[in-house]
């Protein structure tokens, strides 16, 4: 009787172990579209592609244009954000580049989180060329 209250003791522990192990993936992000150092010029329309996916499930996902301190550049639209239910998500969406001055380069930011809060951000450069 005594080695069997052992067993199931050590059984115990060791599903208490296994059972509560931390996700500690963070999520894969792969950009589809643009290329990086691809070139723009205003009225071009960006089509930008994106594959989220982890190896549990996702939460959310942000999408955003900017300058190399991820400040928000006048006339490109704002942050994107949304909730994602599932192991991975594809963003699709197309952007109209617009008129800016003085711009040369630009970037496009993507960050993933999954339900464990591991993060994942990824950006590409794009160049700007005055018509």
Not at 5 to 11: E, K, N, W
Request: hydrophobic share 40%.
């Amino acid at each position: 009787m005594r080695k069997w209250r052992h067993v199931v003791a050590i059984v115990a522990l060791v599903f208490s172990i296994v059972g509560c192990s931390k996700d500690e993936t963070n999520p894969v992000i792969d950009i589809l579209s643009p290329m990086d150092g691809d070139t723009y010029s205003a009225g071009d329309t960006i089509a930008v592609l994106t594959y989220f996916s982890d190896n549990e499930d996702l939460a959310t996902y942000d999408v955003k244009i900017g300058d190399f301190y991820e400040a928000s550049i006048n006339g490109f639209p704002d942050v994107e954000y949304g909730f994602i239910n599932g192991m991975s998500y594809t963003y699709t969406q197309y952007m109209v580049v617009p008129e800016v001055q003085s711009l040369l380069t630009f970037y496009l930011y993507f960050t993933a989180k999954d339900v464990e809060g591991n993060v994942t951000t990824k950006y590409i450069t794009l160049n700007y060329e005055a018509p």
